[in-house]
Nanobody
Framework: QVQLQESGGDSVQAGGSLRLACAVS????????MAWFRQAPTKEREGVAT????????NYAGSVKGRFTISQDNAKNTLYLQMNDLKPEDTAMYYC???????????????????WGQGTQVTVSS
């Protein structure tokens, strides 16, 4: 069982930065994709950034490209999301997720993922 523990969410002003971290434990050897998703009130969960774990190949939603960076530190078993130039529309609960390498589909599709963190709140004020 893979366990994901998120941290780093906070309330910041527009233009500020945050770094979210997701500590990963458990049997992750089969994981192919990891991702950060977010969900704002009344909205569906959307993929923000994904990474192919074996190759550290990232992908981003258009709304965050150029502002957010996803990365992994295998030595620390941690997934990061560096968030710069934050905007009020970035306000959401942010979740990290991991698949089991067997589901297929887009890494931006939440249905691909088997394991989820509890979420960490990011609030950006104008």
């Amino acid at each position: 069982q893979v366990q994901l523990q998120e941290s780093g969410g906070d309330s910041v002003q527009a233009g500020g930065s945050l770094r979210l971290a997701c500590a990963v434990s458990g049997a992750t050897h089969s994981t192919q994709c990891m991702a950060w998703f977010r969900q704002a009130p009344t909205k569906e969960r959307e993929g923000v950034a994904t990474i192919l774990t074996h190759f550290s190949f990232p992908n981003y939603a258009g709304s965050v490209k150029g502002r957010f960076t996803i990365s992994q530190d295998n030595a620390k078993n941690t997934l990061y999301l560096q968030m710069n130039d934050l905007k009020p529309e970035d306000t959401a609960m942010y979740y990290c997720a991991a698949d089991n390498g067997r589901n297929g589909g887009s890494c931006l599709d939440p249905r691909r993922y088997n394991y989820w963190g509890q979420g960490t709140q990011v609030t950006v004020s104008s």
